[in-house]
């Protein structure tokens, strides 16, 4: 009997083990992809026999509405869906050639055109046609430190005003259409030429964080 009950003893003890790493396999954070993991792939299982109901903790979805922090959570996934759409529809034209005036994929870009593209589908976004007019009266200023992707970037090019425009898309990224003879590219704000010529930045997606968090 010994050895069964060296058997015994040992299930015991790694049955314990094996629920932890379970339980914090879990409740790892999600990377930032754009996306959130659906409910039923977190969803403990849980057992019918009349043990395992005494002991059996709340479903994800219940956890979920009583955590204050994984309905911030879950609420900026649903804010960054905006933001990731204004970055698509920018990505999603890269390499086409710039045109003055222009403000579509079949006609070309222009900085201010490509932005206007970019933020089409946002119905809470109407921005003016120049890069002058979108820094002066439009959005919430931001500093460098706090940039989000989706922010603008605002440039002073051979000029004491604001005269060019791009947009962020995070680790000091940005992407624009520079300049004729050109096409629409990404860039880099470590780069000292744009690091000089840098005025401002400004958020202008809504703040649809807060409005989630606080039901």
């Given at each position: 009997m010994r050895p069964l009950f060296k058997t015994w003893l040992t299930i015991c003890l790694l049955m314990p083990l094996a629920a932890h790493a379970t339980n914090r396999e879990q409740h790892l954070p999600s990377g930032f992809t754009g996306y959130t993991a659906k409910?039923?792939?977190s969803a403990p299982y849980v057992?019918?026999?009349?043990k395992t109901k005494a002991v059996s903790r709340p479903t994800a979805s219940k956890a979920h509405r009583k955590a204050p922090g994984k309905i911030a959570t879950a609420s900026l996934a649903a804010a960054n869906k905006q933001s990731s759409a204004v970055l698509s529809r920018?990505?999603?034209?890269l390499g086409t050639p710039y045109r003055w005036g222009g403000s579509s994929p079949s006609k070309g870009f222009d900085c201010s055109g490509l932005v206007k593209y970019a933020f089409n589908d946002v119905k809470a976004v109407n921005l003016p046609r120049s890069s002058s007019e979108m820094a002066s009266g439009h959005g919430q200023k931001v500093e460098r430190k706090d940039l989000k992707p989706g922010d603008l970037l605002f440039f002073n090019i051979k000029s004491r005003t604001v005269n060019h425009v791009a947009i962020y898309l995070g680790n000091d990224r940005f992407i624009h259409a520079p300049r004729r003879g050109k096409s629409v590219t990404i860039d880099t704000l470590k780069k000292p030429y744009w690091q000089s010529h840098y005025v401002v930045a400004k958020r202008v997606l809504p703040k649809e964080t807060?409005?989630?968090?606080?039901r």
């Open positions: 409910s039923s792939a057992a019918t026999n009349s920018a990505v999603n034209v807060l409005r989630v968090a606080q």
